[in-house]
């Protein structure tokens, strides 16, 4: 079974510029989350869908963070504009359902911002 | 206000000896323990989980404690191997929230040598 793909791996940009990560969770995961782990912590959480729903967002910094799961299967992560603060590294996971407290997750992108 | 402490950055354990992770909380509405395994460049790996209703519970060579009333769990692993080398994380769940928000340590880099 495949596990949470993400892509790209590695991104570097300046300030103000805009990035997107995308996401593609375990086939029959309905649940997807996104986490950022900045240097020497432990991950934190962004956002979470349920299939193509938003249903706990409260952690997104909605002024310059953005997020889509259309057809509830792939997620897109957006920044515009990233800020020098935005470096760190972003994390997808997903579950079978809320109920599944086990998430996995997938590599990550390693953002750094100039 | 940092609710799941890790306090050893890290630890140095011989090869067949015990590595003994420890882990605190504070919010008394977790009901659900976790520990992930990471390796450099990767993503977070489930390792074990342990349900409030219990204080043991065991997989191969690891076996993780829960003590209640003192908000402290740790991770046992017998025998050790060089392979265990990697960052572990404790996370925890208020599964009667409706968010399964994983909230993570700031992890325990643990090396283990030949």
């Known amino acids: 079974e495949a596990g949470v793909v993400q892509s790209p791996r590695y991104k570097i940009i300046e300030k103000k510029q805009p990035v997107a990560f995308w996401c593609n969770p375990i086939s029959g995961h309905n649940t997807l989350y996104w986490y950022r782990q900045n240097l020497g912590q432990g991950p934190e959480l962004l956002i979470r869908?349920?299939?193509?729903?938003?249903?706990?967002d409260s952690q997104l910094p909605k002024d310059r963070f953005s997020a889509e799961r259309l057809k509830g299967v792939d997620s897109t992560l957006k920044i515009q504009p990233a800020e020098l603060g935005d470096s760190a590294v972003y994390l997808c996971?997903?579950?079978?359902?809320?109920?599944?407290?086990?998430?996995?997750f997938g590599p990550g992108t390693r953002l750094t911002v100039l | 206000d940092q609710q799941v402490k890790q306090n050893s950055p890290s630890l140095s354990v011989q090869e067949g000896r015990i590595s003994i992770l420890n882990c605190d909380y504070t919010n008394s509405m977790f009901d659900y323990f976790l520990w992930y395994k990471k390796y450099p460049a990767e993503g977070p790996t489930f390792l074990i989980s342990i349900s409030s209703i219990k204080d043991k519970n065991e997989d191969g060579r690891f076996t993780v404690f829960l003590n209640k009333s003192a908000k402290h769990l740790s991770l046992h692993i017998v025998p050790s191997q060089p392979g265990d080398s990697a960052v572990y994380f404790c996370?925890?769940?208020?599964?009667?929230?409706?968010?399964?928000?994983?909230?993570f340590g700031k992890g325990t880099l643990l090396t283990v040598n030949p």
């Open positions: 869908y349920e299939n193509e729903e938003a249903v706990d």
């Open positions: 996370a925890a769940i208020n599964s009667g929230g409706s968010n399964y928000k994983l909230t």
């Open positions: 996971a997903s579950s079978t359902y809320s109920g599944g407290r086990e998430q996995f």
